[in-house]
């Protein structure tokens, strides 16, 4: 009876300790450094951890996220909607000097904001049930590039995608495919610009589905809305590697030569 009088709340203590370690909340510090009030100020925030400048967060579900003031101007974190309509979610205020406002986010979805008294300061905060990680496709469209190697593909997704993709240039698109269930409602593709030029068109198992783009050093930046169904994603542009790339012309090439080398020389000894 003694034994269980102490080790019956030694053990729930663990039980809740474990729990708390697998569903930890956890509360991002996004800083809006002094000067953000001015519009030509080089940037109007600062996540804590990462550095990130935009004002755009990803999160999960039961996150917080707290705003601190480091300038010397009042601001607002104000909810709105994608247009900008103030909706309601969440105002935290007049925020003074040093002061700060803090929100916890239990529903998925894209939350914007911005701060009334200096518009220009807007910012996003993601929530999902799962960021997922940085992942890679190598060697694709390998043999058409110049060094033989191919492309690298990344993409941000909390499952693989299988390695095997598509191409056709006549249809000028690459086809890829999810192995396994996503429990995202995005992935995030960079393409190379080699690869393929000016992505315009994607569908989602086979229908036509809106999406963001943008162009950084690394190529092109794609996020595509999916979600627990989807298995394929096909990517149109303007252009994909051609069908005979220089390296397959080369190989062409040299077996053409020998053919016809050969061929002259058979002719030759009948002659």
């Not at 990517?235 to 002259?264: A, D, H, N, Q, W």
């Amino acid at each position: 009876m003694r034994f269980s009088i102490f080790v019956l709340p030694l053990l729930i203590s663990l039980i809740a300790g474990y729990g708390g370690l697998v569903y930890a909340e956890t509360t991002f510090e996004i800083v809006m450094p002094s000067g953000s009030s001015d519009p030509d100020a080089p940037f109007f925030w600062k996540e804590k951890t990462t550095g990130e400048t935009s004002g755009e967060i990803t999160i999960f579900p039961n996150d917080s996220v707290l705003w601190k003031n480091a300038d010397t101007a009042f601001h607002t974190i104000t909810s709105v909607t994608q247009t900008g309509e103030i909706d309601g979610k969440f105002d935290s205020g007049f925020i003074n000097a040093g002061d700060s406002f803090e929100f916890q986010f239990t529903e998925l979805g894209d939350n914007y904001y911005f701060c009334t008294i200096h518009p220009w300061m807007s910012g996003i905060v993601h929530v999902v049930k799962n960021p997922g990680s940085v992942q890679s496709i190598h060697n694709v469209g390998s043999g058409y590039s110049e060094d033989g190697l191919g492309f690298e593909v990344k993409y941000i997704l909390d499952t693989n995608l299988q390695k095997a993709v598509f191409l056709d240039p006549d249809n000028k698109s690459l086809t890829f495919r999810i192995s396994g269930t996503s429990e995202n409602d995005q992935i995030t593709l960079v393409l190379p610009t080699k690869l393929i030029e000016n992505p315009n068109t994607v569908l989602v198992n086979n229908e036509i589905t809106d999406f963001e783009t943008e162009t950084t050093s690394s190529g092109t930046k794609l996020v595509i809305p999916i979600d627990n169904t989807t298995s394929e994603i096909k990517i149109m542009g303007s252009k994909v590697i051609p069908e005979f790339g220089i390296l397959t012309l080369s190989i062409l090439s040299i077996g053409i030569v020998s053919t016809l080398f050969l061929t002259r020389s058979k002719l030759s000894v009948f002659s």
